[in-house]
């Protein structure tokens, strides 16, 4: 059983409208219209995200685009 990050509704991936993989997990949709909303912000709906910036740091303009040796 798998949760739908948009709205949380418990769905079986056989019954699911769509899947998407973001940050190395998949995730299922109940319904395009959560799929869509998930793929335009998917930070929104994720929380476990590495690249999340912290939130202490208050004025850092620090945005990594993967150039981290
Ligand atoms: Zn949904």
């Known amino acids: 059983m798998n949760i739908d ?3 949380n509704a418990a769905l ?3 019954r699911a409208a769509a899947r998407v993989e973001y940050a190395g997990q ?6 395009e219209a959560c799929h869509k909303a998930f793929t335009r912000e998917p930070h929104r709906y994720v929380r476990d995200v ?3 910036p912290a939130k202490s740091t208050a004025s850092a ?3 990594f685009d ?3 040796a």
């Open 50 to 52: 590495r690249a999340e």
């Open 5 to 7: 990050p948009v709205c």
């Open 26 to 31: 998949s995730y299922w949709f109940c319904s």
């Open 12 to 14: 079986d991936p056989h």
């Open 66 to 68: 993967g150039n981290e």
């Open 61 to 63: 303009e620090t945005s």
